[in-house]
């Protein structure tokens, strides 16, 4: 039979512990040789279990040198002599705790705490060292740590952060605290813990066993001070001598209520205003002070009176502090020099536990002085609008404007108009009295509005400067004709009937009466009665063409001008003639315009479509021909163009400038005319200027000119032989660039009546030139004149 002693010790009874082991082992002794004896005796009996099991209990935080003791192992078949081992296992075996095998001693090895493990689970087995085998089966047994009290009570969360209103009652909770102790709560007293407030009295306390921290003083002013710091214990043991102890801080603070009234720093505010200064312009600020702050602190200000009550007004900045004093109307000093204003603060937020403390609002006295400057004159009205006619006289005075000097000095005021707005300088203004006349005539069709900028300037001070607008509106004059609306070229059928339409025509007027237009239409005097074509006045400012005959033909007459006699409504009647131009067409059997031009009535009419075809062929071979007789000539005359200088064309010296007439012996050379051939080596060049090309006349064979009585052009020949033997072989090649240089001495000048005689550039015009002008010039031109000058022809009707 085994027996396991239990050792239990504690702090206060070391000897008990003891004297129980030695019972444990005398009691083991004892039943072993009870055991013997029956062996002896030859009885068979039911071999039992060997553990006798309890539970072993040990101190933790054992501070010995020796190992810990924990208590002992015995198995009944163990005779003492060695031939039994025990073996230790499970939670901590051989690392925390020891066994000897051959006694069965079990020793704590290393510091043992509660708070890290509070019992460990070992299993012990008894084996024979001969046969290496158990003895018996393995069995459990738990060792429990017995706890003292080495933990002290503390506060997880701290230091902790508590708010309360001011002015709170007793009482009041505050915030509530525990504490924790990792002790065992089952065993004794280590983890009873008790509170107690060791700063912060006597604003504060907190309850011994909850933890809850309370107001104790009544009439707390945030004002007065905010934040309280207080220092709360948990003690352990019940709060019994020798306990452990843990502190925490609580900082407390007090938030606001509106229990404080505002107060204005001043009974009455000094305030200067310029009068120029625009409506909304800030005057300026006040503040009613208020101990609060937050909401408690906003402010609303009103004027509730004085005589600037109309002029001024006050607003609450954004932070709703602030008073804001803007300007409500346009100021003037020379109407009021200053104002008073009496206002009041008021808090927006009310405590009604607090209204005893009141009035929560104060009143202040704010003066405002307006300040003089010199301001611009003022005209005596806003804008100005003007009605003039346009048959108005230069010279006349239309209106008068007026400006005056607002400030006290009343100075000067002269006038003019802004150049920029009447920039042609339509209008004069009377630098003193401000009549506004015109200067030039005015045309309503031209510009029928005029927006002028008056100015005003103070003589003594001239940067003060007022303006105004003048519209000058141009009333019409019925002063314009009626024209067509545009120019008109109407067409007649030839298989048009009488009286057929063959236009309808319109009319313009620039005027603009009030009625609005009314023309009327009639043929001039000289074609009322004409054969061809009459007019019908439609009465709604259009009139129709008719015709008064048919059988049109283009061959009798192609084109008929029609005089239109045009007036309109308004007087004085204005009336103007237009001319209409109607051309005789052929047209379709619907009336669609196919050929307005006489001469397609020349050709033949039985000419086919194969006798175009082979004219068109005839004229498209000539043109190949001519183009072949061009290229031959062209190339039969390549041989005679080696290079570039000697381009045969290039003959004549060019310089640029004018040339000095006969006098100017130094301008060209004229033995290089008499002879070509010779003039390089003996030629005499300009020494004012050298000729940009060579002449190349040496290169120039000899050629004869090939007209009747014509001689050839030699070395000795004359320069008139040679000169138009050149001239004849430029005008005969028709592929010759123009390669001459010219220069006009015969221009007149741009002052002169007759500009320049010369023929040149006159083909760049496809006009035909008129000289009637030549009459003009007098009896130097009168040959000219008779013969360029147009002579009178007969011409056929023109309707």
Known sequence: RWVIGSLKKTQNNLLSLALLTLLCEAQGRMDKARSQEENRAGLLRRVKRGWVWNQFFVLEEYTGLEPLYIGKLHSDMDLGDGSIKYILSGDGAGTTFTIDDSTGDIHAIKRLDREVKAQYLLKAQAWNRQTDRPLEPESQFIVKIQDINDNEPKFQDGPYQATIPEMSTIGTEVIRLTATDADDPTYGNSARVVYSILQGQPYFSVEPK???????????D???????????????MGGQLGGLAGTTVVNITLSDVNDNPPMFDQKLYQMSVLESAPVG?????????????????????SIIDGDGRDTFDISTDPTNLFGIITIKKP??????????LKIEGANTHLDHRFLDKGPFSHVTIVHVSVEDIDEPPEFSSAAYYIEVSEEAEIGTVFTTVSARDPDASNNSIRYSIEMTTDLGKYFYIDITSGA?????????????WHNITVLAMEMSNPSMIGSVSVAVKILDVNDNPPSLTHYFEAFVCESAKAGQLIQTVTAIDPDDPLAGQQFYYSLAPEAANNPNFTLRDNQDNTAWILTRRGGWSQQDQSVYYLPIFISDGELPVQTSTSTLTIRVCSCDVEGNVMSCNAEAYHLPASLSRGALIAILACIFVMLVMIL?????????????????????????VRYDDEGGGEEDTEAFDIAAMWNPHEAHLVGKQRQDMLPEIESLSRYVPIACVGWPGSVCVGGDSNVQGYVLSKLLEADLDPCAPPYDSLQTYAYEGEGSVAESLSSLQSGCSNTDHEYDYLNDWGPRFKKLAEMYGVLETNNPPMW
Do not use: C
């Open 436 to 448: 506004l006349m015109t200067v030039v005539a005015l045309d309503r069709e031209e510009l029928s």
């Open 331 to 340: 100021l003037n000093f020379e109407s009021k020099a200053s104002y008073t």
């Open 628 to 652: 072949l007789m061009l290229s031959l000539r062209s190339h039969r005359k390549k041989p005679y163009l080696h290079d570039e200088e000697d381009n045969v064309h290039e003959n004549i």
């Open 281 to 301: 312009s800030v005057v300026g600020r006040i503040r009613a002070k208020d101990r609060d702050i937050g909401i408690n602190a906003e402010m609303r200000y």
């Open 210 to 220: 909850t933890g809850e921290v309370r107001v104790s003083l009544a009439g707390m």
């Open 222 to 236: 945030r004002e007065v001070r905010e934040i309280y710091s207080i220092i709360i214990q948990a003690k352990d």
